[in-house]
């Protein structure tokens, strides 16, 4: 079964706006942690943002944030004031505990294509 | 500044050829990670290993085999490559940073199978 589900496979925002990516989750476990990566063109996977599955607050990085809605098991990102360079693909990927059999894996979403229009 | 190296950019290769993809790492980390990453489908896990000399499959091995004999270096083998093995293959290692278990990815490797 799927685990993390991007269902927006593109988006496209006006330079300067919010856009907000989604992503959902499925665990039965209470410990879990929560990342989005961005990917340029070139191929190479930035971290962008973390979240705890304990964290009470939802977590913030520059102009990125992450709307954690737990009892929803929806991991949005919200990127703010969108630049010309945010223009990639963006992946949600969750980490498991290790009492999850082997999981010191990241098991990723099928990623959601981002344009950021001039 | 840490790094994930990948020996190769782009690998053009024939079929029934046996492939080494090679990763290194600076930064002494305990886990690494191969992945695959096809359109559609996001990062598949092929196989990983959490310490020297050890590994575990992952989502999809079939295929391919690892070896890791130094901490620093893991090494993804393609014993007889076929077409449907055409792919961005994709390195990653991780350690714990005291808050979470962070990891860094190296640059790629695209390969094509003819």
């Known amino acids: 079964a799927q685990k993390i589900t991007q269902t927006q496979p593109g988006m496209f925002v006006q330079e300067k706006e919010a856009v907000t990516l989604d992503c959902t989750y499925d665990?039965?476990?209470?410990?879990?942690?929560l990342f989005w990566y961005k990917q340029p063109s070139s191929g190479e996977m930035i971290f962008l943002i973390y979240?705890?599955?304990?964290?009470?607050q939802n977590a913030t990085e520059g102009r990125y944030s992450l709307n954690f809605q737990k009892a929803r098991k929806s991991a949005n990102l919200v990127i703010s004031a969108s630049q010309l360079g945010d223009s990639a693909m963006y992946f949600c990927a969750m980490r498991e505990p290790f009492s999850s059999g082997s999981a010191r894996q990241l098991t990723f979403g099928s990623g959601t294509q981002l344009t950021v229009l001039p | 500044d840490v790094k994930v190296t990948q020996s190769s950019r782009y690998l053009v290769k024939r079929t029934g050829e046996k492939v080494f993809l090679e990763c290194v790492q600076d930064m002494d980390h305990e886990n690494m990670f191969w992945y695959r990453q096809d359109p559609g489908l996001g990062l598949r896990l092929i196989y990983f290993?959490?310490?020297?000399?050890?590994?575990e499959k992952g989502d999809i091995p079939e295929g391919y085999s690892v070896s890791r004999e130094k901490k620093e270096r893991f090494s993804l083998i393609l014993e007889s490559a076929s077409t449907n093995q055409t792919s961005m293959y994709l390195c990653?290692?991780?350690?714990?940073?005291?808050?979470?278990?962070?990891?860094?990815f190296g640059s790629g490797t695209r390969l094509t199978v003819v």
């Open positions: 290993s959490y310490d020297v000399k050890m590994k």
């Open positions: 665990t039965s476990d209470q410990s879990y942690g």
């Open positions: 990653a290692s991780s350690t714990y940073t005291g808050d979470y278990y962070g990891y860094t």
């Open positions: 979240q705890g599955s304990y964290d009470e």
